[in-house]
């Protein structure tokens, strides 16, 4: 019996235009099942979504770098991971020098940052309804009471991109942890934050075994939440090699595929 449902949110259990469909809110409430979503997004883009499916389990931002739990209109921070601000220094650095058409921002508890409004800040708020805020990212990292859970780089070239996420792994010196969520996203976290280690809190918390969890995901950066619970379902539009880490195929975002695993798989009898 499945105890607890773990999901990733962009080309998993949002549609292609960043919304939930009716259908997955609905099934996901009839299930019956908690229901945690892990992301890559911050909190404050997760809300919108978490108030849909009326959650009250903690919930997993910034690939596992925050864990926290929304109560009525307030955040209950559970534990948090931030990038040591010297490697967002050599980051940032990186980007300028060698990859200037490359879009760079950053996110703290509650704030988006630019330094400017290029093609990916334009992509990025308008899929995800937010509102950036224009600063000056040397003097935000000049004050210590800076915290930066997520950097956020935004390629459209598919070559390019390839050239960026060798060259950010190459950078790593154990200092941060680098995913590529889709086709045009890399995320960098800290090394600290996993989606596994979100749900492994969880998993403690709630003392479950790991046949009574699954999980939902399209992306890279979810091939450590899958191994970390029994049942796996990967969505048919996942990238290049995530369907190797499932145990079941769904549907794809733009169909509902959530949903559909949720009836097909988890609860074939209802």
């Given at each position: 019996m499945?105890?607890h449902?773990?999901?990733?949110m962009?080309g998993?259990?949002l549609?292609s235009?960043c919304?939930?469909?009716?259908?997955n809110v609905n099934?996901?409430?009839?299930?019956?099942?908690?229901?945690?979503?892990?992301?890559?997004?911050s909190?404050?883009?997760m809300t919108?979504?978490?108030?849909k499916l009326?959650?009250t389990?903690?919930?997993?931002?910034f690939?596992?770098g925050?864990?926290?739990?929304k109560?009525e209109?307030?955040?209950?921070?559970?534990?948090?991971d931030a990038?040591?601000?010297?490697?967002?220094k050599k980051i940032?650095?990186?980007v300028?020098d060698?990859?200037?058409?490359?879009?760079?921002?950053?996110?703290d508890?509650?704030?988006?940052?630019v330094e400017?409004?290029d093609?990916?800040v334009?992509?990025?708020?308008?899929l995800?309804?937010?509102?950036?805020?224009?600063?000056n990212?040397?003097?935000l990292?000049?004050q210590e009471?800076t915290?930066?859970?997520k950097?956020?780089l935004?390629?459209?070239?598919?070559?390019?991109m390839k050239t960026l996420v060798e060259?950010?792994e190459?950078l790593?010196?154990?200092?941060m942890?680098v995913?590529q969520s889709?086709a045009?996203y890399?995320?960098?976290?800290?090394p600290?934050a996993?989606?596994?280690?979100?749900?492994?809190y969880?998993q403690k918390?709630e003392?479950l075994e790991?046949?009574?969890?699954a999980?939902?995901?399209?992306?890279y950066?979810?091939?450590?939440?899958?191994e970390?619970v029994g049942t796996?379902?990967v969505?048919?539009?996942?990238?290049?090699?995530?369907?190797?880490y499932?145990k079941?195929i769904t549907?794809?975002n733009?169909?509902?595929?959530v949903?559909?695993g949720?009836?097909?798989y988890l609860?074939?009898?209802?």
């Amino acid at each position: 019996m499945i105890k607890h449902i773990f999901s990733d949110m962009d080309g998993t259990l949002l549609q292609s235009n960043c919304r939930i469909s009716e259908t997955n809110v609905n099934v996901i409430k009839e299930s019956d099942i908690p229901f945690t979503l892990v992301s890559a997004r911050s909190p404050m883009e997760m809300t919108d979504v978490i108030d849909k499916l009326e959650l009250t389990e903690p919930q997993i931002a910034f690939n596992g770098g925050l864990i926290f739990q929304k109560i009525e209109n307030d955040l209950k921070i559970i534990k948090e991971d931030a990038i040591e601000n010297a490697s967002v220094k050599k980051i940032l650095a990186e980007v300028k020098d060698s990859f200037p058409k490359v879009s760079c921002s950053f996110y703290d508890l509650d704030k988006w940052y630019v330094e400017k409004i290029d093609r990916g800040v334009k992509y990025e708020a308008e899929l995800g309804g937010q509102t950036p805020n224009l600063t000056n990212f040397v003097s935000l990292l000049k004050q210590e009471s800076t915290k930066i859970y997520k950097i956020m780089l935004i390629c459209f070239d598919k070559d390019e991109m390839k050239t960026l996420v060798e060259r950010m792994e190459q950078l790593n010196k154990g200092d941060m942890s680098v995913n590529q969520s889709s086709a045009e996203y890399l995320e960098i976290t800290s090394p600290l934050a996993q989606k596994s280690r979100g749900i492994r809190y969880i998993q403690k918390l709630e003392n479950l075994e790991k046949l009574e969890m699954a999980a939902f995901g399209d992306g890279y950066n979810d091939l450590s939440m899958f191994e970390t619970v029994g049942t796996p379902i990967v969505m048919d539009n996942a990238l290049p090699g995530v369907k190797d880490y499932g145990k079941h195929i769904t549907k794809d975002n733009n169909h509902d595929g959530v949903a559909f695993g949720i009836k097909e798989y988890l609860k074939p009898n209802q």
